[in-house]
C-alpha cells in the first residue's frame, strides 16, 4: 500500500490560510489523493480529494504537484471548527482506506 | 438526507462474549467499510462489502467476520471478545464501488468496551 508523510502538528490562527502538506512519493498513477479530517469525537469527514489537478469544494481546495509526489490542503480562512486531525490518503478501489497518523491543527483565536 | 447510522451508539461486553454491530449505510451506496479505532493503533481498516460480497479485508483475526444484506445494510461480528477489542469501531459509505472517483461518509461509530 502506498504510504503518505504529514506533519504530525501545525498550528494557525483564526480567520488565516492554512496549507497542510502531504508526501507521496511511491503514488501509483491509479491512485486518487483523498484528505478526511477527523474533529474530537466524531468519525472522519470527507473533505475533498483528486488525481491530477487541482480541486476546490465548498470546504477546501487540493493543489496536486505536477510530478503528483506531493500534494497541500488549503483551507482558506480557518476558523475554530476547524481544529481536527487531518489525514491525507492514497485510494485505489476496493473501500481500503489506510489511515496514518495525520496531522493535528490546532487554532488560535 | 440521512447520514451513515450506526447503532448502537456504546456497547459494554465481558471477555468471551460476542457481539454484533449494524450499520446503515446513506441511500443508493452500495459500498460499505468497517474500521476500527483506538488510542494505540488509530484507524484501522477492517473489511468492506460491496453488494454482498468482500471484496478486501484488513489484518484482524477471524474472530472478526461482516456481512452485508441485498439493501446494503450491513453488520460485523466480534467473537469470543478479549479486552483489546475495546474501540471505537467506525463504519462509512460510498458510491466508491464504481470506481475510486468518490469519497466515504462515516458514521459516528460504536463505542465498544470490553471488560
Known amino acids: 500500500d502506498a504510504k503518505t508523510t504529514q506533519p504530525n502538528s501545525m498550528e494557525s490562527n483564526e480567520e488565516e490560510p492554512v496549507h497542510l502538506p502531504c508526501n507521496h512519493s511511491?503514488?501509483?498513477?491509479?491512485?486518487?489523493i483523498h484528505w478526511y479530517r477527523q474533529l474530537p469525537s466524531q468519525g472522519p469527514e470527507y473533505v475533498i480529494h483528486?488525481?491530477?489537478s487541482n480541486v476546490n469544494n465548498r470546504m477546501a481546495s487540493l493543489a496536486i504537484a505536477e510530478d503528483r509526489k506531493s500534494s497541500t490542503l488549503i483551507l482558506h480562512r480557518a476558523t475554530l471548527r476547524d481544529a481536527a486531525v487531518y489525514y491525507c490518503?492514497?485510494?485505489?478501489?476496493?473501500?481500503?482506506?489506510?489511515f496514518g497518523q495525520g496531522t493535528e491543527l490546532s487554532v488560535k483565536p | 438526507k440521512a447520514g451513515v447510522t450506526q447503532t448502537p451508539r456504546y456497547l459494554i461486553k465481558t471477555r468471551g462474549q460476542q457481539v454484533t454491530l449494524s450499520c446503515s449505510p446513506i441511500?443508493?451506496?452500495?459500498?460499505v467499510s468497517w474500521y476500527q479505532q483506538t488510542p494505540g493503533q488509530g484507524l484501522q481498516f477492517l473489511f468492506e462489502?460491496?453488494?454482498?460480497?468482500?471484496?478486501n479485508k484488513g489484518n484482524f483475526p477471524g474472530r472478526f467476520s461482516g456481512r452485508q444484506f441485498s439493501n446494503s445494510r450491513s453488520e460485523m461480528n466480534v467473537s469470543t471478545l478479549e479486552l483489546g477489542d475495546s474501540a471505537l469501531y467506525l463504519c462509512?459509505?460510498?458510491?466508491?464501488?464504481?470506481?475510486?472517483?468518490?469519497?466515504?461518509?462515516f458514521g459516528s461509530g460504536t463505542r465498544l468496551t470490553v471488560v
Open positions: 490518503i492514497l485510494y485505489n478501489q476496493g473501500g481500503k482506506l489506510i
Open positions: 462489502y460491496f453488494s454482498e460480497t468482500q471484496r
Open positions: 462509512a459509505s460510498s458510491l466508491a464501488g464504481l470506481g475510486a472517483n468518490y469519497g466515504y461518509t
Open positions: 441511500s443508493g451506496h452500495r459500498s
Open positions: 483528486g488525481l491530477t
Open positions: 511511491t503514488i501509483s498513477g491509479t491512485d486518487y
